[in-house]
Nanobody, 125 residues
Framework: QVQLVESGGGLVQSGDSLSLSCVASGLSFSTYGVGWFRQAPGKERECVAAQDWDGAIPYYGDHVMSRFTFSRDPAKNTVYLQMSSLKPEDTAVYYC??????????????????WGQGTQVTVSS
């Protein structure tokens, strides 16, 4: 059974940094493209960062470019999202998701097969 578990969310102040983790069981991230998505109340789920299974240069959403960093630790079967210079508009539930390697890379949420439960990030002004 595939399970993705996010952690690291919390309440921070504007300008702070936060690091999210997503650990997988039942699949190996080394054969999956992985994305970090977020969804704020009343808004669509959007991709903030994603990377294809082969470790290609990550995709970043325009609104997080240069502030967020995607990384992987294959030994721990874990992916990370390092977030810096956080803004109130970054407030959302953050999810990690995985898409098997045989499918072409995308940052479109509905194309991802496996999802975590999400972790809340709240940025106060």
């Amino acid at each position: 059974q595939v399970q993705l578990v996010e952690s690291g969310g919390g309440l921070v102040q504007s300008g702070d940094s936060l690091s999210l983790s997503c650990v997988a069981s039942g699949l190996s991230f080394s054969t999956y493209g992985v994305g970090w998505f977020r969804q704020a109340p009343g808004k669509e789920r959007e991709c903030v960062a994603a990377q294809d299974w082969d470790g290609a240069i990550p995709y970043y959403g325009d609104h997080v470019m240069s502030r967020f960093t995607f990384s992987r630790d294959p030994a721990k079967n874990t992916v990370y999202l390092q977030m810096s210079s956080l803004k109130p508009e970054d407030t959302a539930v953050y999810y990690c998701a995985a898409r098997e390697y045989r499918y072409s890379f995308t940052h479109f949420a509905p194309e991802y097969e496996h999802w975590g439960q999400g972790t809340q990030v709240t940025v106060s002004s």
